[in-house]
């Protein structure tokens, strides 16, 4: 039994020295030159039964200062997907569709939050409009349209109230899910806007039930052949 023990602390040892480093910290290093950017959570699967392996796929948006102009440049790139360790995975199982990490004028933000609150707010991209209702709502300026389209804001208006609920959370540190948990890996924007994650993770459920399925018919087989045996 002692033997056995160290065999099984050894495991644990080479299995953390195996962990991926934090790839979120990597990014960051990377993107330190820009003056803005910000580390979405594009995607996200896990592969494997028994031994299971974990991914995560990172959108990149980036504003880089023009030339001669103090207007930013706003482009995106989407990374492959790259193994993260389970404990990275589970911090971020909610997050997905979700700024991770952003920086701006006022320094590094690594609080998760909508991607598509991401530049409300800021003069610089848009401005607050009335609609004939009376109701406050952002539009972006057309240099910045497509903003809304890499942000996945193109679904509804972000509204004013909802905005400062959001502004609200991140004061208090806290992740913002919309006003009906319309963002994160459960809510209804990020089903519209990745609905493959959902696609695989039924495919991933239904797997499951019939491997278990599978297992309880086979072990009831076997019951009733042991029965049948000792009958005789």
Not at 149 to 176: A, F, L
């Amino acid at each position: 039994m002692r033997s056995m023990r160290i065999v099984l602390l050894l495991l644990a040892v080479v299995v953390v020295g195996c962990s991926p480093p934090d790839p979120l910290l990597r990014l960051q290093k990377g993107l330190d030159r820009y003056p803005e950017y910000a580390i979405i959570l594009n995607d996200m699967r896990i592969d494997g039964n028994f031994s299971k392996d974990y991914y995560h796929q990172y959108k990149i948006v980036v504003g880089e200062k023009k030339s001669g102009s103090d207007d930013l440049e706003v482009s995106e790139r989407i990374l492959d997907a790259e193994r993260v360790s389970q404990k990275h995975y589970a911090r971020y199982q909610d997050k997905l569709g979700m700024v991770l990490v952003s920086k701006d004028q006022e320094g590094v933000d690594g609080v998760p939050q909508p991607a598509q609150y991401r530049y409300v707010g800021n003069n610089r991209y848009g401005e607050w409009r009335t609609n004939s209702n009376g109701t406050s709502f952002w539009a972006f300026y057309g240099q910045y349209a497509m903003l809304s389209h890499i942000m996945g804001s193109g679904q509804r208006p972000i509204y004013r109230d909802e905005w400062n609920s959001y502004q609200g959370s991140r004061r208090r540190g806290q992740t913002y899910f919309g006003p009906n948990n319309d963002f994160g890996t459960r809510g209804s924007v990020t089903r519209t806007t990745n609905p493959g994650f959902f696609q695989r993770q039924q495919a991933r459920q239904a797997a499951s039930r019939n491997s278990f399925q599978s297992r309880v018919r086979s072990r009831a087989s076997s019951s009733r052949s042991s029965s049948s045996r000792g009958g005789k």
